[in-house]
């Protein structure tokens, strides 16, 4: 991610990242959460206009 996006409300549960990164034995990165977080906003933002531009109101799999 090139840009530095700006602060959003968080949409991913940190503790649940944290604990699969822990379980296959790695360790997590403060900033971390903040990244995949602003990665989910954007792939969701994406999918949601692509289900506009193909006229649609419900965001699908497909859409990803």
């Known amino acids: 991610m ?3 996006a700006a602060k959003v409300e ?3 549960v940190g503790s649940k990242i944290r604990a699969l990164i822990r379980a ?3 360790m997590m990165s403060g900033e971390l959460l ?3 977080n602003a990665c ?3 792939c969701v933002e994406k999918a949601i206009e692509r289900a506009k531009a193909n006229k649609r109101s419900t965001v699908r799999p497909q859409d990803l």
Do not use: I, Q, R, T
């Open 10 to 12: 968080p949409v991913v």
């Open 34 to 36: 903040d990244a995949l």
């Open 2 to 4: 090139a840009k530095k």
């Open 24 to 26: 296959k034995g790695a």
């Open 40 to 42: 989910v906003v954007c």
